[in-house]
């Protein structure tokens, strides 16, 4: 029961997380959420027992796969204005 | 439960994809897609009051209530699949920006 | 109005998703899965090319497969050829990303760099890149593995990247490691046809399950797939960080 | 001892070594493109596992008279667009490098799963591919696509693993025949879109335009001939042998299917750039060989593909070159241009009324297979929309080619003064190789016996649709 309560706020918070990751106006605040929503991710691994996926999913998903957004963001926004 | 949560991701990525006309936020989309994708798969592996699989000292027999390691073997090679892609598509990204100056497809004229 | 239109279409594709999951009989529903239905049943009794005996940590030697971690006896062993096309997968898009930035040179700085930073990303470095080749040197017994291993070589990369402008790290070198690397993979996997007749056959002896030293070729393919990754990805992060891809 | 495993490996390890002989690459790519070519003489049939572990735990390999087929027409194809094209190979010669090792590897794995690895590698490469000469915005388009594509055929795949609990085709296969097929509608649904995308199948074949349309004399022959080669073969495998398809949806994906042959034929017919004709052909003729492999005619639906893709290199490796070299590829303004270049011109028409499956070339017993075998399923819509689509492409094909044979305007006497001034100069490479090709095309076509004897050695074969016959060894058990 105590696994459920937590399985529902995280999706719950998964969902919030997309959603607003998908719609923003500004693409940072979806990099910024999609990063949010795979760290979320990383917690539901761990509850479904898959210690590998979470670590290869916190260095990747949310760690790499961010940096790598970051990156073509602010070069590109050093180089001319974008919203 | 989280198995629905995930399925309900993967439409919130396909939902994105229809909807927005930025290219960075597309690939933001196809990531949320795979995110939910991922969590669905695991998921199948689930089993009720399972452990991870993988045998320590405490945990040393294979007769114990593991959950299903092959659906995270699969995700593993998802997850690295995703990241190329999402390196890609950025490259990609950014070589458009350098051609019409914009992210966003409206801007670029033409009709995808 | 196209949202509308976007809204309604995703909503017939997902009342088509969950009323099929509910309505095949044979999709077991999250959490009661019978594993002894699955072929994973098998890799889990490490007894796919005929019975064995109960697997016991730290006692159990020279089963077919060595590793404690069942995802990293999947991934190294049982189903070492996917993990190949995904180091391939990892290899190709590197390289994509190379060809189109491949002709710029300068690096771009993001920050001014200053003594504190580089003295204190200096000892961070060195501690990612340790915790790094620890995760993928123990990838048979704890969780982790070559991929998350080398992407964290990658991310402290990274790091000295953004942290000292002066850093260079020699982008011929990563290419070195990673076409070396990549071949001593396949050549492990040729190996196993000249021992034994069959690509990738796991030739050295697998060992107790739980000792560092075991599981036959899966650590060594595990060392040698992190560094691969973690070539591959500095490269891939090395061009990002160049100038020119822009005006 | 099966050596099939060397068709992935080689090019892959020539792949791996490229990188330290930058300069090397485009020779390591034709020494590999040769060796697969040689590998097929001496390749057996029969079943590998990798790791030596048993099917269904291990992934296996295999070589039977269907894959067999497909990889003596893939790698053909391949080694011939590659040194037909090789001047605009440039840096991507370890791309095509992988590009091989993948296309091999989606044709010969067993293993449902691994097939998805082999098509994210193809697929990577196609997308690299597409961006060749600065066409980031559809490579782009492609992109996106693909990967939601691919993402559907994971999904399919994992609902497969979660009802079975195997992910090995053959056995997948026999679990899938004791059950009621309604189960497995979900799953075939999301493999089927997952493979249409790559087979440009309607409504999911949006990039085709932008990619083929914009692609040079290796880029578009590659994906036009050996990528939609794979991706058709790798469809036949999945739909007429691993997933049985219940009536209901059967009838959803020959709709799907049937609408793709018409609407491509029609937007072809309504096209004037040469290239947008073709790929528009393209799409129709995939839409027919899917329907053929959906309706389980498979030997028709092979030779109807190997009869388009061998068509089809021929004519997008003209049309290529002249794109390139004239800025232009619009009918109007290359009028006559076929009266300078007698050998290219013939070529040309060969494989354009191969096509359309006139007498005397391969595709009119391609042609003559399909309808036989779909008449004795006792079908006879299909069969009419079969015929209708074929007159429309001939209305564009005879059209474009009396224009670019034609120094005149239409309808007037021919005079010398209205051929195009534009230039093309084609290297003796791709003299040779279209005209190997279509000399090919009209032998095949006046023995068509040739081409199923040798491989197989069996003439019954040859009147008989039999299915089973090609699918001799199974998922390897």
Same mark, same amino acid.
């Given at each position: 029961m105590e696994n459920n309560i937590i399985e529902i706020f995280i999706g719950i918070l998964m969902l919030f997380a997309g959603i607003k990751a998908v719609t923003s106006k500004k693409m940072l605040d979806s990099i910024l959420y999609l990063s949010l929503l795979s760290m979320v991710a990383v917690v539901g691994f761990v509850i479904m027992k898959a210690p590998d996926v979470a670590i290869t999913e916190a260095v990747i998903g949310s760690g790499l796969v961010t940096a790598v957004f970051l990156l073509t963001y602010s070069v590109v926004k050093k180089s001319g204005d974008i919203a | 439960m989280i198995q629905y949560f995930s399925i309900i991701l993967m439409l919130i990525g396909i939902f994105g994809l229809l909807i927005d006309r930025n290219i960075l936020k597309l690939i933001v989309s196809l990531n949320v897609f795979e995110i939910g994708l991922n969590l669905f798969i695991v998921s199948i592996g689930f089993v009720n009051n399972g452990i991870a699989p993988i045998l320590t000292?405490?945990? *040393? *027999? *294979?007769?114990?209530?593991?959950?299903?390691?092959l659906p995270q073997a699969l995700v593993l090679t998802s997850i690295v699949i995703g990241l190329g892609i999402t390196s890609l598509g950025l490259a990609f990204a950014r070589k458009i920006y350098k051609e019409y100056?914009?992210?966003?497809l409206n801007e670029m004229g033409g009709n995808n | 109005m196209k949202k509308v239109l976007a809204f309604i279409l995703v909503a017939i594709l997902g009342y088509f998703m969950i009323t099929g999951l509910m309505t095949a009989q044979e999709f077991s529903t999250?959490?009661?899965?019978?594993?002894?239905?699955?072929i994973s049943r098998n890799f889990i009794d490490k007894d796919v090319n005929g019975k064995s005996d109960e697997i016991i940590y730290g006692q159990t030697? /020279?089963?077919e497969t060595g590793s404690a971690n069942y995802v990293t006896s999947i991934i190294a062993n049982y189903r070492i050829f996917d993990t190949l096309g995904e180091v391939t997968v990892l290899f190709v898009s590197a390289l994509g990303v190379s060809l189109l930035f491949g002709k710029n040179t300068k690096k771009y700085n993001f920050y001014e760099s200053n003594f504190i930073l580089k003295t204190a990303s200096k000892m961070i470095f060195g501690l990612i890149l340790v915790v790094g080749i620890y995760i993928f040197v123990h990838g048979h017994l704890t969780p982790g593995g070559g991929f998350p291993g080398g992407a964290m070589i990658a991310s402290s990369i990274l790091l000295m990247y953004l942290a000292d402008n002066e850093f260079k790290a020699n982008i011929n070198k990563f290419k070195q490691a990673e076409s070396l690397s990549g071949s001593l993979i396949l050549v492990i996997g040729l190996l196993g046809i000249v021992t034994?007749?069959?690509?990738?056959? /796991?030739?050295l002896p697998t060992g107790?399950?739980?000792?560092?030293?075991?599981?036959?070729?899966i650590p060594i393919i595990y060392t040698l797939i992190g560094l691969k990754v973690g070539s591959e990805l500095s490269g891939v992060i090395y061009n990002f960080m160049l100038e020119g891809g822009e005006q | 001892m099966n050596l099939q495993i060397l068709l992935i490996a080689i090019p892959l390890l020539l792949a791996f070594l490229s990188l330290l002989l930058k300069k090397q690459s485009n020779n390591l790519l034709l020494v590999a493109g040769v060796m697969n070519v040689a590998f097929l003489t001496i390749i057996q049939k029969g079943t590998t596992v990798i790791g030596g572990f048993q099917p269904p735990f291990g992934i296996t390999l295999v070589v039977d008279n269907y894959s067999f087929m497909a990889l003596v027409v893939l790698n053909i194809l391949f080694l011939t667009t590659i040194l037909m094209s090789?001047?605009?190979i440039e840096e991507y010669g370890s791309v095509l490098l992988v590009a091989m090792a993948g296309l091999n590897g989606m044709i010969l794995t067993g293993d449902i799963f691994n097939l998805f690895v082999f098509l994210e590698i193809t697929s990577i490469t196609a997308y690299i591919l597409a961006s $060749?000469?600065?066409?980031y915005k559809n490579a782009f388009h492609y992109l996106v696509i693909g990967t939601l594509g691919s993402g559907l055929f994971l999904f399919g795949i994992a609902l497969l693993y979660g009802m079975f609990?195997?992910?090995n085709m053959h056995d997948l296969s026999i679990r899938i025949a =004791?059950? =009621?097929?309604?189960?497995i509608v979900l799953p075939t649904f999301m493999i089927f879109i997952g493979l249409a995308v790559e087979s440009k199948?309607?409504?999911?074949?949006?990039?085709v335009k932008g990619v083929l349309g914009n692609a040079d004399d290796i880029v578009a022959p590659l994906i036009a001939g050996s990528y939609a080669a794979t991706s058709l073969f790798v469809f036949g495998r999945l739909f007429s042998q691993?997933?049985?398809? =219940?009536s209901s949806l059967k009838i959803l994906l020959l709709t799907i299917t049937v609408v793709t042959l018409v609407l491509g034929e029609f937007a072809a017919f309504s096209k004037s750039k040469i290239k947008e004709i073709l790929l528009f052909s393209s799409i129709g003729q995939a839409g027919l060989v899917a329907t053929l492999f959906v309706s389980g005619l498979v030997l028709p639906a092979v030779l109807q593909l190997i009869n388009n893709v061998f068509s089809k290199v021929v004519l997008f490796t003209i049309t290529g070159k002249i794109a390139k070299d004239t800025d232009t590829d619009e009918i109007a303004e290359l009028r006559g241009i076929f009266a300078d270049h007698k050998i290219i011109g013939v070529s040309f028409t060969i494989a354009s009324l191969s096509l359309l499956g006139l007498?005397?070339?391969?595709g009119f017993y391609s042609k003559i297979n399909v309808m036989f075998g779909l008449f004795s399923l006792n079908i006879y819509l299909i069969p009419a929309l079969i015929l209708f689509s074929t007159i429309i492409e001939g209305a564009y094909f005879i059209r474009m080619l009396l224009n670019l044979w034609?120094?005149? %305007? %239409?309808? %007037?006497k021919s005079k010398l %003064?209205? $051929?195009?001034d534009k230039i093309v100069s084609f290297s003796k490479y791709k003299k040779i190789g279209v005209l190997v090709i279509s000399i090919v095309i009209v032998l095949m076509g006046i023995f068509p016996s040739l081409l199923l004897d040798n491989l197989y050695? =069996? $003439?019954?074969?040859?009147n008989e649709n039999n299915p089973e016959y090609i699918f001799e060894i199974k998922g390897g058990m």
């Open positions: - | 000292a405490n945990n *040393s *027999s *294979s007769n114990l209530n593991f959950v299903d390691p100056n914009t992210f966003d | 999250y959490g009661n899965v019978n594993l002894d239905e699955k030697s /020279n089963p034994s007749g069959y690509f990738f056959y /796991n030739f107790t399950v739980g000792e560092t030293f075991s599981a036959g070729i | 090789r001047n605009s $060749k000469n600065n066409n609990g195997t992910l =004791d059950v =009621d097929s309604a189960v199948l309607m409504p999911f074949s949006s990039w691993v997933l049985v398809i =219940d007498p005397l070339f391969f034609n120094t005149g %305007e %239409e309808g %007037e %003064e209205y $051929k195009t050695g =069996d $003439k019954t074969l040859l």
